[in-house]
């Protein structure tokens, strides 16, 4: 059921709920209040009468009866009856306006009472009480129509049940509008949302801001979409540039195999270049395959707190070692402190280091310079490896973090890089609460420092 539906009949239901208990407490207390007054009255009017008697000192003639007749029909109104009984039983005086004698059985009283009596659709109201004075000894009866009060209930009664009727309608109506126009934003925000689901993560919802609950929904819900279009355009691109990456080696590798199978089958000199070529080529695929997956969403690197706290410099004195022995013609300088420890998986490190030297070995130009440092800076630990190489312009600094990102994209694939190794190692220094930084000179050379948490 669609939400204006509910929401029309939850408001209808209450306000009829509420209706009806105060229809209901009003009817009764009115109808009770009716009801009291009129039996005060009677029962004030057999006082007066009482009263009546008690004053006269003679007993009654039929003079005196004519007289105290006279008095009486002061009393008694329309839809009343008075009745006088002797001790015996006897009628001896009926006042009537209305009301037929015989609705009413005949009933001497020892003491005052007041009943309620039905004859047929009316109900009457009968107070009896004795009579027992110097003038008169018997009893009489009071009587009176209750038609009018009951004529009063049963307006009161359809009046209610109109104005009941009509509330449910009109609360219904307004319920509905209400709702409706309550909802009318959501369900335009549900239409915008279907044609975004049909056309793509560039729609967005058009709304109002006003403040209120449905445009904070509709700003965070565009919001949303940015983020989606960011990352998806992130994806996108970077597909793009894995694939273009993978395409040049591939056909590198494919032209010296179709030269192979062509003159290469007699000629060891080109079978020799191009398988020389053809495996180059596939080491390059596959560092960058592992690089890639280094870089997917999926291989999470462990949780920084799983790993044992190690001492880098034991790492980087491992790795200047191996440096040295690979590139004789470099002068690899170390100033590394002792004793100081970090948080940070040692096959990480290890992964950082290699980042960060090849780098500097690849673009040293003529210059066969590196320096590792491990620095000691308060709460910190700094590594930094630095070389006098041919720098990164400060324009392209911001960008050396980007996947696939190279200061010149000709230089680079000469060279080896595809533009990888800097955004893996970003992504693995901020894994374990570090920060990297780019320091660099075009033609004096680069400093990248890795900070770290000292523990
Ligand atoms: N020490 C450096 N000196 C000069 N330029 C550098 C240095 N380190 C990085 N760069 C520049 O930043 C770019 C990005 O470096 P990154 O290490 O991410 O990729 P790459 O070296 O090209 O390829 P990969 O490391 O994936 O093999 C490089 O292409 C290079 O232009
Ligand atoms: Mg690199």
Redo the contacts with the bound molecule.
């Keep these: 059921m669609p939400l204006k539906y509910k929401l029309a009949l939850l408001t209808t239901s209450l306000i009829l709920l509420l209706f009806i208990g105060y229809s209901l407490l009003q009817y009764n207390s009115v109808t009770q209040w009716m009801m009291d007054s009129q039996k005060d009255t009677l029962q004030r009017t057999a006082g007066e009468i009482s009263g009546y008697f008690a004053e006269q000192e003679e007993p009654l003639n039929s003079e005196g009866l004519d007289e105290s007749k006279r008095f009486m029909e002061r009393f008694v109104q329309n839809d009343q009856l008075f009745r006088l009984l002797d001790s015996s039983g006897q009628v001896v005086l009926v006042l009537s306006n209305n009301l037929p004698a015989d609705w009413i059985p005949v009933l001497v009283a020892d003491k005052e009472s007041i009943t309620e009596l039905l004859h047929g659709q009316d109900r009457l109201l009968v107070v009896r009480a004795p009579i027992d004075t110097a003038a008169f000894k018997g009893s009489m009866e009071l009587v009176t129509n209750l038609e009018n009060i009951d004529a009063m209930k049963n307006r009161l009664r359809s009046l209610m049940l109109t104005f009941g009727a009509l509330g449910v309608i009109v609360s219904m109506a307004g319920g509905y509008i209400v709702a409706r126009s309550l909802l009318k934003p959501l369900n335009r925000m549900a239409s915008a949302m279907n044609v975004i689901k049909q056309t793509g993560v560039s729609g967005r919802i058009g709304y109002r801001n006003n403040g209120d609950e449905i445009s904070r929904l509709s700003s965070l819900f565009n919001e949303m979409m940015d983020e989606l279009e960011r990352s998806f355009n992130r994806q996108r691109q970077f597909i793009e540039d894995a694939s273009h990456e993978f395409r040049t080696p591939i056909a590198i590798i494919e032209g010296h195999l179709k030269l192979l199978n062509r003159w290469g089958k007699n000629d060891p000199a080109v079978q020799e270049e191009s398988i020389a070529a053809a495996i180059e080529e596939i080491v390059r695929l596959r ?1 960058l395959s592992d ?1 890639l997956l280094d870089l997917s969403e999926e291989t999470q690197y462990p949780n920084q707190t799983d790993s044992e706290p190690i001492d880098p410099e034991r790492i980087a004195i491992e790795l200047i070692r191996n440096y040295r022995m690979l590139y004789p013609q470099f002068t690899i300088e170390a100033k590394l402190t002792k004793g100081l420890h970090i948080n940070v998986d040692g096959h990480h490190l290890h992964q950082l280091l290699i ?1 960060l030297l ?3 070995i ?2 040293s130009a003529k210059n066969h310079y590196v320096k590792i440092s491990i620095l000691d800076v308060g709460e910190h630990v700094q590594l930094s490896v630095e ?1 006098k ?4 312009d400060k324009k ?1 600094i911001p960008f ?2 980007d996947r696939f ?4 994209k000709g ?2 694939r000469n ?9 893996i190692a970003k992504r693995l220094t901020e894994k374990y609460g570090g920060e990297i930084r780019v320091e ?1 000179n075009v033609g004096l ?2 400093k ?1 420092t890795l900070v770290f948490p000292l523990l």
């Design positions: 560092k690089q980042i090849d780098n500097a690849r673009y070389d190489g041919i720098g990164i392209d050396v973090f990102f190279r200061v010149d230089r680079g060279e080896g890089g595809s533009g990888l190794g800097l955004s660099s050379g680069t990248v």
